[in-house]
């Protein structure tokens, strides 16, 4: 039996995706860092097809996901053509994610960027643009899981005055200042019951948005603006941009017509304490949030024994649990054998 694994890194984004067309089109341009401890495994196993269908058991911490089967089941019809594998094999794939589901990581980043990247070496696919084509399928399934392809840093979408960015797929930002090179993130969880509104909920509801024309070149714009900050190292004009991009996604919630709150009052005790040890106590941190209410506290590596204590001292006590993370370098393939 062939058996083949990858795994794939979540990310975070520093300037937001929300808002797209059909196959995961997005409105704007956006950029994320790559983690290194919040991941997905995934393994293919190849067995002997006896339909003409596709073919596929899928297992989730080892056990059957109906759920997930159904959602893969849909991405698999619409993507089998980029994937001759599943014409020729019946699969049983299992994923298991390094985080628990509850803390808001993006998990559907690293699922799909997984599944992508093992599907494609089932498919014996080798060539030179292998990562490219990872990410364009990748986004097939969830969009910011077209970033999840690469380490470090990740652009994805049109972007005027840049040579190569696309809408389909991802690509690294690779002129990153010494400053920057190492970062870290400590996911202050706040609250960990699922929430309430799904991304692609979130997304639709910019279509009629009154604010949506303004926040798509707020988006390019801070875009255009982290590039040039990654590249000279501005920590001040990184907290800026960051920060206001976070709070545009949340604005973009609490003033759509079906509005939504995804912030809890301990997620804005949890900002209001980063922004007191940044101006106070001068620390070089700031935040940003996914859709949810937990904050992720960014720092520089160098700095890391000061500022965890500071977090440990000032915040560990008001939120239920600190994850720490950090940039990571991309994905990995886990196996691949041939018994
Ligand atoms: C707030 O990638 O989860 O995390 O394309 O519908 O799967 P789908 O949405 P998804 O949206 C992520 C939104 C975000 C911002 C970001 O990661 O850029």
């Known amino acids: ?5 990858w795994r794939s890194p979540s990310n975070i984004a520093f300037v937001k995706y929300w808002g797209k067309g059909p196959g995961q089109i997005p409105c704007n341009a956006s950029i994320s860092m790559t983690l290194n401890a919040a991941y997905t495994d995934t393994v293919i196993e190849l067995h002997e097809k006896h339909r003409n269908d596709i073919e596929v058991s899928y297992f989730f911490e080892g056990k059957i996901n109906p759920d997930f089967e159904r959602k893969i089941l849909v991405y698999l019809e619409q993507t089998k053509d980029f994937y001759p594998v599943l014409r020729e094999h019946a699969l049983t794939i299992r994923s298991e994610n390094s985080f628990p589901h509850s803390t808001g990581i993006a998990s559907s980043a690293s699922a799909f960027g997984a ?79 699922p929430k309430k509104v799904s991304s692609s909920a979130g997304h639709h509801l910019m ?41 545009a996604l949340h604005a973009m919630m609490m003033t759509s017509a079906e ?30 949030l996914d859709a949810g209410p937990n904050v992720h506290v960014i ?36 196996m691949i054998e041939d018994n």
């Open 207 to 247: 279509k009629d948005h009154w604010y949506a024309k303004n926040r798509f070149a707020q988006a390019d714009f801070h875009a255009k603006e982290m590039i040039k900050i990654l590249k000279t190292g501005d920590f001040q004009q990184f907290s800026s941009v960051i920060e206001q991009e976070a709070l």
């Open 115 to 193: 599944l992508a990247l093992g599907l494609l070496s089932a498919s014996g696919y080798e060539e030179g643009d292998f990562n490219q084509r990872a990410s364009f399928l990748a986004r097939l399934g969830s969009g910011s899981a077209c970033r999840s392809i690469y380490g470090g840093y990740n652009l994805w979408g049109k972007l005027d005055g840049q040579s190569n960015p696309s809408d389909e797929y991802a690509v690294p930002l690779t002129e990153i200042h010494p400053d920057f090179q190492q970062m870290n993130d400590a996911i202050l969880i706040v609250d960990d019951t």
């Open 299 to 334: 720092y520089p590596k160098d700095d890391e024994k000061q500022i965890v204590s500071y977090l440990e001292d000032h915040l560990r006590s008001q939120v239920k649990e600190i994850i720490y993370d950090s940039m990571g370098n991309g994905p990995k393939q886990l």
């Open 1 to 5: 039996m062939k058996k083949i694994g």
């Open 259 to 288: 509005a939504y709150m995804l912030l809890k009052p301990g997620t804005i005790r949890a900002i209001e304490e980063v922004r007191k040890l940044r101006n106070e106590y001068k620390l070089k941190i700031c935040f940003t």
